[in-house]
Every structure is written in structure tokens, then in C-alpha cells.
């Protein structure tokens, strides 16, 4: 019954920006961390960010530092991910997941290309 359903992505130009949205029902969202993570064309898939379950701590992958930040809004059972000034290697698909447990989203595809 745990759903986590992305939304948010789509194309955009190098130096743009995206907010991906996660939405999170079938369990009490307030009482987990949740995680992003994407994976590119060819590769693994790899951790991005991560938030705690009342938002008060967030770490992020070294290459995103600086240029995403990751929030919740446990009223509303979503977590976020703001994209700021993406380059053509955040281009993947990126999924929400919860940080206890193997349960994902279904992904969003990002493209950063001019």
C-alpha cells in the first residue's frame, strides 16, 4: 500500500532550474526520512539527497552540494527536490524513496540539454 508517485520533471536548458515533487501515502510520511536518489544512461543509480522526518538535518551528494536542496511538507505528504542551475550531467530519471524500507517511486525524467 506504500505509494511514493514523482512528478516534476521534464526538459530544461543548462543553468535552469526544476522542483520535483514526491508524493508519499500509505504510511506516517512525518515519522520517516526520505531520500532522492537518480540514475543516468548507463550508470548505477546513486544517492542525491536525504532529509530527516521533521526536516531538521539534510546531506547531499558532493556534486549536487550547493545547487539542489532537498525539503518536505509533512502536512501535505511530500518531499521536494529543488533543482538549481542543472548541467547536462543531472540529466536521469530521479526517484523518491523512503530512507527505511526497499520502497521507491516510479521516477521522473530529468533532461538537462540546449
Known amino acids: 500500500q506504500v505509494q511514493l508517485v514523482e512528478s516534476g520533471g521534464g526538459l530544461v536548458q543548462p543553468g535552469g532550474s526544476l522542483r520535483l515533487s514526491c508524493a508519499a501515502s500509505?504510511?506516517?510520511?512525518?515519522?520517516?526520512?526520505m531520500n532522492w536518489y537518480r540514475q543516468a544512461p548507463g550508470k548505477e543509480r546513486e544517492f542525491v539527497a536525504t532529509?530527516?522526518?521533521?526536516?531538521?538535518?539534510?546531506n547531499y551528494a558532493h556534486s549536487v552540494k550547493g545547487r539542489f536542496t532537498i525539503s518536505r511538507d509533512n502536512a501535505k505528504n511530500t518531499v521536494y527536490l529543488q533543482m538549481n542551475s542543472l548541467k547536462p550531467e543531472d540529466t536521469a530519471i530521479y526517484y523518491c524513496?523512503?530512507?527505511?524500507?526497499?520502497?521507491w517511486g516510479q521516477g521522473t525524467q530529468v533532461t538537462v540539454s540546449s
Open positions: 532529509i530527516t522526518s521533521s526536516g531538521g538535518i539534510t
Open positions: 524513496k523512503r530512507q527505511s524500507g526497499a520502497y
Open positions: 500509505g504510511f506516517t510520511f512525518s515519522s520517516y526520512a
